[in-house]
């Protein structure tokens, strides 16, 4: 099954939920704010996406919050625990697929073309 992990306020985490469901694909949702991701996860889906600079959105009020000391971290186990402290700074949604595929963001398109439905 896919499942989306996202926060529950998240605008584009509720549209490709949405379109999730009016395409009939069966998704659970993880909001990483209440349930958090633990950290070999997190590593996984860096390493899938093609590091850590893919899975963290660096054009957020977040990011630009964030000392400066904090915005390079060194080592998995640092990113690790960044993302832990400040959820909103990974990437919306996070789609995982029974493939193992893991992705990030949500556009009609790709999700037509991920799926194979709509098209």
Known sequence: MTVIYGLDKCDTCRKARNWLKRF???????DYRAQPVPAPMLKDW???????EKLVNK???????????????GSDPEWSLLLREHPALVKRPVVVTDDGLVSVGFS???FK???GVGQ
């Open 113 to 115: 073309q991920r799926f």
């Open 24 to 30: 009939d694909v069966a998704h659970a949702f993880v």
């Open 59 to 73: 054009a957020s009020t977040t990011w630009r919050q964030l000392p400066e000391g904090r915005k390079s971290p």
């Open 108 to 110: 009609d398109n790709g």
């Open 46 to 52: 860096a390493a899938h996406l093609g590091g850590w």
